[in-house]
């Protein structure tokens, strides 16, 4: 096979990519403000990563997120502020700077975060019921390769 061809078929593979990473793209956006009704019919579709990271990562101060989602600052305070009110997040002084404070999830989200973990895993499951273990892992390594080729 000479040099031309195994870049063609690479553009090609590498566009495949491409598309099918789109079309994953656009269904996680779809669902984002599906599971964000899930935790509370009023939260903002935007503030669920941001609910989801505080609870995986545990307390942040909302310049952190705003930084970590590439967001801005005033973005990242009104979404803030809505989950203050749906009571699904706590605020408390930071004791290392007192001009800031600390975002926490509370028990009530930490609970609907659970059960929504819960019913997604069965999902993806139920999807995946012809799949071997071993394809399953295979796709899980190809994804972790990527994330970490596209992260720096």
């Known amino acids: 096979m000479s040099a031309t061809t195994v870049d063609v078929q690479r553009?090609?593979?590498?566009?495949?990519?491409?598309?099918?990473?789109?079309?994953?793209?656009?269904r996680v956006r779809r669902g984002?403000?599906?599971?964000?009704?899930?935790?509370?019919?009023?939260?903002?579709?935007?503030?669920?990563?941001?609910?989801?990271?505080?609870?995986?990562l545990g307390p942040h101060r909302a310049a952190e997120l705003a930084d970590l989602f590439a967001l801005d600052k005033g973005a990242v305070s009104r979404l803030v502020h809505q989950m203050l009110e749906l009571g699904l997040i706590v605020r408390t002084p930071d004791?290392?700077?007192?001009?800031a404070s600390i975002l926490?999830?509370?028990?009530?989200?930490?609970?609907?975060?659970?059960?929504?973990?819960?019913?997604?895993?069965?999902?993806?499951?139920?999807?995946l019921v012809d799949w071997e273990a071993d394809s399953i892992v295979e796709l899980a390594a190809g994804?972790?390769?990527?994330?970490?080729?596209?992260?720096?």
């Not at 926490?104 to 999807?127: D, S, W, Y």
């Open 11 to 26: 553009d090609a593979a590498v566009r495949g990519l491409e598309h099918e990473i789109g079309r994953l793209l656009r």
């Open 32 to 56: 984002l403000a599906d599971r964000a009704a899930q935790v509370d019919p009023e939260l903002n579709a935007t503030a669920y990563p941001l609910l989801v990271t505080l609870a995986e």
């Open 95 to 99: 004791p290392q700077d007192g001009r």
């Open 104 to 127: 926490a999830v509370t028990p009530k989200a930490e609970e609907r975060l659970a059960a929504l973990a819960a019913q997604r895993h069965e999902a993806v499951g139920e999807r």
């Open 143 to 152: 994804l972790a390769r990527f994330n970490s080729a596209i992260s720096g």
